[in-house]
């Protein structure tokens, strides 16, 4: 069983930074695969990137490439979402999933488990 708790969202204005994070609880953090998404009102959730177990294979929805880096500190059971260059169309709920996959996935459906979100808010 793992939990998560994501932290870290905001206002910003558009140009800006942020970092998510999510802290994850359980002893088996460290063999899940974790991802983030973001839900904008009224779309459905969408993949903004993940990041295996180990750290060395990372996946990124192409609007964020080269914007945002997920990232993860296994000791501190933390996965993060850097994310620069925001945009207003950046603006959602992100939210933070674990899971138990063989190779990174862009589906809501591949992943376990999911943490209740953190708004981000990008002004133009």
């Known amino acids: 069983q793992v939990q998560l708790v994501e932290s870290g969202g905001g206002l910003v204005q558009a140009g800006g930074s942020l970092r998510l994070s999510c802290a994850a609880s359980?002893?088996?953090?460290?063999?899940?695969?974790m991802g983030w998404f973001r839900q904008a009102p009224g779309k459905e959730r969408e993949f903004a990137a993940a990041?295996?177990?180990?750290?060395?294979?990372?996946l990124y929805e192409d609007s964020v490439k080269g914007r945002f880096t997920i990232s993860r500190d296994t000791a501190k059971n933390t996965v993060y979402l850097q994310m620069n260059s925001l945009k207003p169309e950046d603006t959602a709920v992100y939210y933070c999933?674990?899971?138990?996959?063989?190779?990174?996935?862009?589906?809501?459906?591949?992943?376990?488990?999911w943490g209740q979100g953190t708004q981000v808010t990008v002004s133009s």
């Open positions: 990041i295996t177990w180990s750290g060395g294979g990372t």
């Open positions: 999933a674990a899971g138990t996959l063989y190779r990174l996935s862009e589906a809501v459906a591949a992943y376990d488990y």
């Open positions: 359980g002893r088996t953090f460290r063999y899940f695969a």
